[in-house]
T-cell receptor
Framework: DGGITQSPKYLFRKEGQNVTLSCEQN?????MYWYRQDPGQGLRLIYY???????QKGDIAEGYSVSREKKESFPLTVTSAQKNPTAFYLC???????????FGPGTRLTVL | GDSVTQMEGPVTLSEEAFLTINCTYT??????LFWYVQYPGEGLQLLLK?????DKGSNKGFEATYRKETTSFHLEKGSVQVSDSAVYFC???????????FGTGTSLTVIP
């Protein structure tokens, strides 16, 4: 089955720790995105990547980092510099031909 | 800049009622318009899309028509079901841009 997978589904982090969220796609899409969603709110763009080895900051990149070493993978690291990281994180990839984004199931991060 | 404004919720309807969720947009180019649906604890799923003026997107009884003259893409369904309870997001993308722009989401609850 083609799709986007995110792992883990739930993640708990102690204050001061870095944590990495996984996002993998087998849709052969060049573009990938990370969004943050807080309760009752919309999506805010953290980072996006149009192609391997290239990525750009979104609206709320501070305290986050990404890498794009492979087309299939776009991991997000939440660093200790992110002061309020508890949220639902969504990864997406974009079919440029159909101009459509497809989303993974999300990772819920909770800081203890 | 490009943006989407959608009707604030929450919306509560009785089963078999008519649904309208309003969405208007601002775009510098020629956007594609989308409706996504999010069920609790899950990622966003594409519900329907329209790529040019006067196009009608439809899926699972939901419809939306791309109205360039009113810059709108309102979501409608003639008879909602309990299973339609979810959060609905309006979104746009501009072919010359790299990003999608999402509305803040409208929560729908359908009661039996």
């Amino acid at each position: 089955d083609g799709g986007i997978t995110q792992s883990p589904k739930y993640l708990f982090r102690k204050e001061g720790q870095n944590v990495t969220l996984s996002c993998e796609q087998n849709l052969n899409h060049d573009a990938m995105y990370w969004y943050r969603q807080d309760p009752g709110q919309g999506l805010r763009l953290i980072y996006y990547s149009q192609i391997v080895n290239d990525f750009q900051k979104g609206d709320i990149a501070e305290g986050y980092s990404v890498s794009r070493e492979k087309k299939e993978s776009f991991p997000l690291t939440v660093t200790s510099a992110q002061k309020n990281p508890t949220a639902f994180y969504l990864c997406a990839s974009r079919d440029l031909f159909r101009d459509t984004q497809y989303f993974g199931p999300g990772t819920r991060l909770t800081v203890l | 800049g490009d943006s989407v404004t959608q009707m604030e919720g929450p919306v509560t309807l009785s089963e078999e009622a008519f649904l309208t969720i309003n969405c208007t947009y601002t775009a510098t180019g020629y956007p594609s318009l989308f409706w996504y649906v999010q069920y609790p604890g899950e990622g966003l799923q594409l519900l329907l899309k329209a790529t040019k003026a006067d196009d009608k997107g439809s899926n699972k009884g939901f419809e939306a028509t791309y109205r360039k003259e009113t810059t709108s893409f309102h979501l409608e369904k003639g008879s909602v079901q309990v299973s339609d309870s979810a959060v609905y997001f309006c979104a746009l993308s501009v072919s010359t841009g790299n990003q999608f722009y999402f509305g803040t989401g409208t929560s729908l609850t359908v009661i039996p």
